[in-house]
Each structure stands twice: as C-alpha cells, then as structure tokens.
C-alpha cells in the first residue's frame, strides 16, 4: 500500500512538471498556432538560472530565502520569451508552418549551445533546497518532502492559469485571439501584445517547470529535449491548444510513465508513444483538442 | 468621413481592386453592390485594415489610415461586421461584447454588457435573451445581430457592413434593414457591401457598383434601375 501511495506521488510529480511545460506549449499553440520547439529549452533555461541563483548564494543560506529565489528561473524564462517573440518569431507568422518548425527547431539548438556557453558542460544542482526540506514518512518509507511542493506548485499553476484564462479579461481577449485573430484585430485588439503575452506566459510556466525540478534533479544539457518530447506526448493525448488537454494528457502520462519506469522499464517510452498513436489513430485531435 | 483614392489591392498574387474611389459622407449610408468575386469584400477589408493597400490611399475624418494597422482603424471609429458575422465561437454573447465595451472603456470596471449601453441593445433587444449562449449556438440572424450590435459598442462613426442581408430569412433582412436605419439616425455613417440590389435600394442614400475591381457606377439608388448595363452587370 505505502508502495502504491509513493508511486502516485511520484506519477503526480510528473505531472505537475509536465502539465507546466505542455500547458505552457499548448497555450502558445492555441493563441498563435505555433508549435514553439523551443519551449523544451525554455523549461532546460528556468532550471538553469534558478540553479545558478540558488547555488550562487547557498552555503548556509536560510530556506526562505532559497525558496524566494526559486521562481528566479521562471521570470528569466519569461523575459527571454518576451524577447524571442518579437524578434526571431513573429517574422514567420504569415509563412508555412515549415519555417515555424524550422525557426524554433533552430532555436531549441541555440539555446541548448546557449546553456553550454553560459554554464559549461556541468551539471549545476539546487540540491540544498531539496535537502533541506528534508523527509517525511510515507508508511516504512521515507519519502522527500520537497516533491510535494513540486506538486503544489503543479496545482496551483493549474488554477491560476484556469483562472487567468476564464476569469478575466486577459483571458476573454486571448481566447478570442486565439479563436479569430483577423476578427478581434477588426475589433481593436492589438493581437501582436497578445501574442507576446501569451508566449510570455507560456515560457513562464516552462520556466517554473524547470524551477522547481531543478532542487531535485540538477541542471543537466540535454534536460530541455528530453523534456520536449515528453510535452509533445502530453499534446498529443490531450490535445495541441487545449490548457484541459494538457493537465489530463500531463496525468495520463505521469501515471504511465511512472508504472512503466516500476513495472516494465525496457518499454517505457515505446508505451507513451504507442498510447499517443492510439489516441492519434482514434481521436487525431487529442481528448480534448478540436478538429 | 471616410474616402478612397485610387485604391490597388491585391490577394497574393491577383489584382482584386483596381484604382477603386469612393467616399461616405457624415450619416449616411452607402451601398457597394456587385456579384460574387467583384471585389466588395476586398474593398472592406483593405478600409479596415485587414489587406494591404498596394496603391491608393485610405483617409478617415481627413487623416490617412492607410498604413494603420487594423485595431488601430477599430479605435479610431471603424466598426465592422463581416459577412460570416465572425463571432467567437467558444465565447458566450456578452464575451464578445465585452471585448468591444472594454476597448471603448477601457478604465472602467468590468460591467454586465446588457448595461454597457442601452442604447445599443435597443437596436435588437432579443440579444438580451441569448447574452450567455456561446457562439457556436447562435443561428444566422442571431450571428449578424450581435456582430452589428457588438460593432456598435466600440462607438463607431462607420460601420462597414459586408453582406449583411446574405442567406437570412425575408423578416430578418427587413429587421435589419430597420436596424441599419436606426444606426444611421444615431448619426453614424453606413458602408455596407451587398449583392442584393433590391435590399440595397431600401437601405441606401447612394450606390457605388463594383465589378472586376472597379467602380463602374455612382449614383442615387433610383439611377441605377435605369442603367440597364450596369444592371446587366450586377445581376449576372
């Protein structure tokens, strides 16, 4: 039973971090219908500078501060996307979805070198925050308490973002962007401030991804590729531009991923993508995605 | 109010519009009547921004709007209403007006959009009824209803209109005939484009009529029943 309890605990922590990174993709690919390949970097980005933030100034530092430094990641991802947008995306909106594919493609690969640049080859690791969060008992086992903050943090995300989108004007505006940008530009909307806004907002979560992964896991190259694979599933199942698509296709393979690491770890990833082919073959849109 | 000089537009490669010139003067409403394919909607479109203007000029209360972006146009006192009525579809009724009621007010706390302005929804009042239906679940004259109304919250000097009366029920078409009427009595000026000459008679002060992209006629509505090439044209 503790066994079964850990697992889903871990399956939520998963999910969480996925449900940031693919909610983040989802929501740029539903306002600006890009598939940003990119986002896996941005994600790679956020857990970098918290990383470097954190051990800059850990050695004895308190928790609190540790942990207001945390988000650090997510504003620099987020203030990088604010640059991005402009500048190297909103060229190719007006041409065929190859050059998008192409641009951010290439951005995933500069980003990538960026981080060597920045941060050389090494891992950089936050562990400090992880450690000193401590344990808890779950059962006979001991279980690190700071994953369930992870997992808060993945809930809280959630709200908010459901919240942003459906509770306020921000959100009107953007679901109408999303839904007839010709038509809402014709009604006053200035749809290039919604755009970096909303790519804004996507990296801000796959910065927070990265974030508060990072105390747990270090900073590694090749994070941000794993990563996006894994949000391309989650889109996949739940479907590209659906934020409801993305928690449900970011719990699905949360839950699958973690059986298949306990239970069947050769196949692993096979199943993830013989579960998105499925769901290609009879729902090409994703659960919740529209034709 | 509003006036095009020798406009060229052009979709990708095509020359739709061909040194087009028309003006609307201060409340009045004026019909741009041609078949399918003559360039009506283009011309609306490039007036609002949404095509480019490859040649020409686009002037609006005697400034030139030319090279102004489309939501720009929209706040300075465009409306418009095209013929697809582009509702959002995932947006309730008062979503999409209060998109419109935000922009025109945008310091003001969020309002229920039935009291953001009465005068608007008297214009069709049975919007009232279906404020929280989505989008998708309107019927053809609901669609138009609320894009007019929705077009009218932005407080506009012209609406353009594109084919407003197109595949509505005879009573519908007559409804918002009225309502095109009651618009002009608020003193804002009306462009609709429209393939229907009769219904472009009933609600129309002048006539342009456009076919391949250009204008080949300007007149009074009466005039153009008397010009038998320009009917030929028109009608197909």
């Given at each position: 039973?503790?066994?079964?309890?850990?697992?889903?605990?871990?399956?939520?922590?998963?999910?969480?971090?996925?449900?940031l990174?693919?909610g983040?993709?989802?929501?740029?690919?539903?306002?600006?219908?890009?598939?940003?390949?990119?986002?896996?970097?941005?994600y790679?980005?956020?857990?970098?500078?918290?990383?470097?933030?954190i051990?800059?100034?850990?050695?004895?530092?308190?928790?609190v501060?540790?942990?207001?430094?945390l988000?650090?990641g997510a504003?620099a991802?987020?203030?990088?996307g604010?640059?991005?947008?402009?500048?190297l995306?909103?060229?190719?909106?007006?041409?065929?979805?190859?050059?998008?594919l192409?641009?951010?493609?290439?951005?995933?690969?500069?980003?990538?070198?960026?981080?060597?640049?920045?941060?050389?080859?090494y891992?950089?690791?936050?562990?400090?925050?992880f450690e000193?969060?401590?344990?808890l008992?779950?059962?006979?086992?001991?279980?690190?308490?700071?994953n369930?903050?992870?997992?808060?943090?993945?809930?809280?995300?959630?709200?908010?973002?459901w919240g942003?989108?459906?509770?306020?004007?921000?959100?009107v505006?953007?679901?109408a962007t999303?839904?007839?940008m010709?038509?809402?530009?014709?009604?006053?909307?200035?749809?290039?401030?919604?755009?970096?806004?909303?790519?804004?907002?996507?990296?801000?979560?796959?910065?927070?991804g990265?974030a508060?992964?990072?105390?747990?896991?270090?900073?590694?190259?090749?994070m941000?590729?794993?990563a996006?694979v894994?949000?391309?599933?989650?889109v996949?199942?739940?479907?590209?531009?659906?934020?409801?698509g993305?928690?449900v296709?970011?719990?699905?393979?949360?839950?699958v991923?973690?059986?298949?690491i306990?239970?069947?770890p050769?196949?692993?990833l096979?199943?993830?993508?013989?579960i998105?082919?499925?769901v290609?073959?009879?729902?090409?849109?994703?659960?919740?995605?529209?034709? | 109010m509003l006036e095009?000089a020798?406009?060229?537009?052009?979709?990708?490669?095509?020359?739709?519009?061909?040194?087009?010139s028309?003006?609307?003067?201060?409340?009045?409403?004026?019909?741009?009547?041609?078949?399918?394919?003559?360039?009506?909607?283009?011309?609306?479109?490039?007036i609002?921004?949404?095509?480019?203007v490859?040649?020409g000029?686009?002037?609006?209360?005697?400034?030139?709007?030319?090279?102004?972006p489309?939501?720009?146009r929209?706040?300075?006192g465009?409306?418009?209403?095209?013929?697809?009525?582009?509702?959002f579809?995932?947006?309730?009724?008062?979503?999409?007006?209060?998109?419109?009621?935000?922009?025109?007010?945008?310091g003001?706390?969020a309002a229920?959009a039935?009291?953001?302005?009465a005068?608007?929804?008297s214009?069709?009042p049975?919007?009232?009824?279906?404020?929280?239906?989505?989008?998708l679940?309107?019927?053809?004259?609901?669609?138009?209803?609320?894009?007019?109304?929705r077009?009218?919250?932005?407080?506009p000097?012209?609406l353009l209109?594109?084919?407003?009366?197109?595949?509505?029920a005879?009573?519908?078409?007559?409804?918002?005939?009225?309502?095109v009427k009651?618009i002009?009595?608020?003193?804002?000026?009306?462009?609709?484009?429209?393939?229907?000459?009769?219904?472009?008679?009933?609600?129309?002060?002048?006539?342009?009529?456009?076919?391949r992209?250009?204008?080949?006629?300007h007149?009074?509505?009466q005039?153009?029943f008397?010009?038998e090439?320009?009917?030929?044209?028109?009608?197909?």
């Amino acid at each position: 039973m503790d066994v079964l309890v850990i697992h889903l605990v871990n399956a939520l922590l998963y999910a969480s971090v996925l449900f940031l990174i693919a909610g983040g993709l989802s929501l740029i690919y539903g306002v600006m219908r890009i598939v940003n390949m990119a986002h896996g970097n941005l994600y790679a980005f956020g857990a970098y500078v918290t990383a470097w933030a954190i051990g800059s100034v850990a050695g004895g530092a308190p928790t609190v501060l540790l942990l207001v430094l945390l988000p650090v990641g997510a504003l620099a991802a987020a203030v990088l996307g604010a640059v991005l947008e402009p500048t190297l995306l909103r060229p190719f909106y007006r041409r065929a979805e190859e050059y998008q594919l192409l641009v951010t493609f290439g951005l995933l690969m500069i980003l990538e070198d960026l981080l060597r640049f920045i941060w050389g080859p090494y891992p950089l690791s936050a562990s400090e925050v992880f450690e000193n969060f401590g344990s808890l008992t779950i059962g006979d086992s001991l279980y690190p308490t700071y994953n369930f903050l992870v997992i808060g943090v993945g809930i809280v995300a959630a709200i908010f973002l459901w919240g942003v989108i459906y509770k306020t004007r921000f959100g009107v505006v953007l679901r109408a962007t999303s839904q007839n940008m010709r038509m809402a530009s014709a009604l006053g909307v200035n749809v290039n401030r919604v755009y970096i806004q909303a790519f804004t907002l996507g990296c801000f979560m796959a910065g927070l991804g990265g974030a508060i992964i990072v105390p747990g896991q270090s900073a590694v190259l090749g994070m941000g590729i794993d990563a996006v694979v894994l949000a391309f599933i989650v889109v996949v199942v739940g479907g590209l531009g659906s934020l409801e698509g993305a928690l449900v296709g970011a719990l699905i393979v949360g839950v699958v991923r973690e059986a298949g690491i306990t239970w069947f770890p050769e196949i692993e990833l096979a199943v993830l993508y013989l579960i998105a082919a499925i769901v290609l073959l009879v729902r090409p849109a994703g659960l919740f995605g529209r034709p | 109010m509003l006036e095009l000089a020798r406009v060229d537009t052009f979709r990708g490669p095509a020359q739709i519009l061909r040194a087009v010139s028309l003006a609307v003067n201060d409340g009045e409403a004026v019909c741009l009547v041609g078949r399918n394919g003559a360039g009506k909607t283009t011309t609306i479109d490039s007036i609002m921004g949404l095509l480019p203007v490859r040649a020409g000029t686009v002037a609006f209360r005697g400034r030139d709007i030319t090279r102004l972006p489309a939501h720009e146009r929209a706040l300075l006192g465009i409306g418009y209403a095209p013929e697809d009525a582009g509702i959002f579809p995932d947006l309730t009724v008062e979503e999409n007006f209060q998109i419109t009621s935000w922009l025109a007010r945008p310091g003001e706390a969020a309002a229920p959009a039935a009291d953001a302005d009465a005068r608007i929804f008297s214009l069709f009042p049975e919007v009232k009824s279906f404020l929280g239906r989505r989008g998708l679940h309107l019927s053809g004259g609901q669609k138009k209803m609320v894009a007019i109304s929705r077009a009218m919250t932005l407080g506009p000097s012209v609406l353009l209109l594109d084919e407003p009366f197109e595949g509505l029920a005879p009573v519908v078409v007559t409804r918002l005939i009225e309502a095109v009427k009651a618009i002009k009595a608020l003193g804002v000026s009306v462009l609709i484009a429209e393939s229907n000459l009769v219904n472009a008679t009933r609600v129309a002060d002048r006539l342009y009529a456009i076919d391949r992209g250009e204008i080949i006629f300007h007149g009074r509505p009466q005039d153009v029943f008397a010009n038998e090439d320009v009917m030929k044209t028109v009608r197909g």
